[in-house]
């Protein structure tokens, strides 16, 4: 009789120990810097923190740029530099305080999916400090308006 409840007991509580927990973060809109050299980061606003500080982090959701360009991703978790006016910092790269999250080819007004990982956006999210930066990749291009979309923070909770 033992052997009954012992079974699905441990099913249960083996589902339990990566049981997820997603964050939303609002619809935004960022501005791109003009040129290849200048990283331009906002901080991003989330519904909630991870109950406890989880050890990995992805984020999911859409950006749309408004010109055919590739764009390189960064994020931080504290501020990114001290170059701020109206809450947009225009940074050059640092890496004791940013990490590279990769690129992306957008084509103008195409909604394209991302996924992103790293030590500095999970550590933004668990501390509700999580700062998102883009970069054009070409130097040629003009700078931009990038809309963020469907933002996903998920955690899972150990």
Do not use: H
Not at 11 to 26: F, W, Y
Not at 100 to 118: C, D, H, K, T, Y
């Amino acid at each position: 009789m033992k052997r009954l409840f012992v079974v699905p007991l441990l099913g249960l509580l083996a589902a339990c120990t990566a049981l997820p927990l997603s964050i939303a973060i609002p619809d935004y809109t960022s501005k791109v810097a003009a040129n290849n050299t200048v990283i331009t980061f906002q901080k991003t606003q989330q519904t909630q923190t991870p109950p406890s500080p989880a050890k990995s982090i992805t984020i999911e959701g859409q950006i749309t740029y408004n010109q055919t360009a590739t764009l390189v991703f960064y994020a931080s978790d504290t501020p990114p530099c001290d170059s701020q006016i109206n809450g947009v910092y225009t940074c050059s790269f640092d890496s004791n305080t940013m990490e590279s999250l990769g690129e992306i080819s957008l084509q103008a007004g195409v909604p394209q999916n991302f996924v992103w990982q790293g030590a500095k956006l999970t550590g933004g999210i668990n501390k509700n400090s999580l700062y998102i930066g883009v970069s054009l990749k070409d130097s040629l291009l003009t700078g931009g308006t990038l809309q963020f979309r469907n933002m996903v923070a998920k955690v899972a909770v150990f």
